[in-house]
């Protein structure tokens, strides 16, 4: 090692900086890589706020299905019967038009009454499963649930009122499964 004469070492070349003046070249790689790094950030949020939206589009998606399923599974259980309840109408309107043609001989009267606590079992037995008539006779007519088949002009009743029942109509809980066909007044 080589020694001053004043027994110091050797001063190597050192740059002295100045920390008022600013570096041109450095501010300007970091400027640039800020402005990137920015632009990085604002596209990778952007694509976040995509993403966020996309999953709960699929939640909102998947909590309709859910939804709509239920529905439809209770709608199914709550009609199970509308086909057995669409075949036996016939059934029961015959039923009826026996026990409407009752006959005038004694000897028949015991078969008549067991014939009608059988009726009413049998609609009593409908009706525990959500089966209801629609009213009709003197009623105002209502296409949702009633089928005009004539119209006639009759003293004593308004117009488009329900004069006479042709054949009765039906309702499932909420649901017509036959609409009653009836007569009303002009």
Same mark, same amino acid.
């Given at each position: 090692?080589?020694?001053?004469?004043?027994?110091?070492?050797?001063?190597? *070349?050192?740059?002295?900086?100045?920390?008022?003046? %600013?570096?041109?070249?450095?501010?300007? *790689?970091?400027?640039?890589?800020? =402005?990137?790094?920015?632009?990085?950030?604002?596209?990778?949020?952007?694509?976040?706020?995509?993403?966020?939206?996309?999953?709960?589009?699929?939640?909102? *998606?998947? *909590?309709?299905? +859910?939804?709509? =399923?239920?529905? %439809?599974?209770?709608?199914?259980?709550?009609?199970?019967?509308?086909?057995?309840?669409?075949?036996?109408?016939? #059934?029961?309107?015959?039923?009826? +038009?026996?026990?409407?043609?009752?006959?005038?001989?004694?000897?028949?009267?015991?078969?008549?009454?067991?014939?009608?606590?059988?009726?009413?079992?049998?609609?009593?037995?409908?009706? =525990?499963?959500?089966? %209801?008539?629609?009213?009709?006779?003197?009623?105002?007519?209502?296409?949702?649930?009633?089928?005009?088949?004539?119209?006639?002009? %009759?003293?004593?009743?308004? =117009?488009?009122?329900? #004069?006479?029942?042709?054949?009765?109509?039906?309702?499932?809980?909420? +649901?017509?499964?036959?609409?009653?066909?009836?007569? #009303?007044?002009?």
């Amino acid at each position: 090692m080589n020694e001053n004469e004043n027994g110091r070492q050797p001063e190597e *070349d050192v740059e002295v900086i100045d920390p008022d003046a %600013e570096d041109i070249s450095s501010s300007a *790689d970091e400027n640039g890589e800020a =402005s990137e790094n920015q632009t990085q950030i604002e596209t990778l949020q952007a694509e976040l706020e995509e993403w966020q939206n996309k999953v709960k589009r699929v939640q909102a *998606d998947y *909590d309709n299905f +859910r939804k709509r =399923s239920r529905s %439809e599974k209770e709608a199914a259980a709550e009609f199970r019967s509308q086909p057995l309840m669409e075949a036996l109408l016939p #059934v029961l309107d015959n039923f009826r +038009r026996a026990l409407d043609s009752e006959g005038q001989n004694a000897s028949d009267e015991g078969f008549y009454k067991g014939m009608e606590m059988v009726y009413r079992q049998f609609v009593e037995a409908l009706e =525990s499963d959500g089966l %209801e008539e629609i009213p009709t006779e003197g009623e105002t007519f209502d296409p949702n649930v009633h089928q005009a088949v004539m119209q006639v002009e %009759e003293e004593g009743f308004e =117009s488009n009122q329900i #004069v006479e029942e042709l054949q009765k109509g039906y309702k499932l809980k909420t +649901r017509v499964i036959r609409p009653a066909m009836v007569k #009303v007044n002009a």
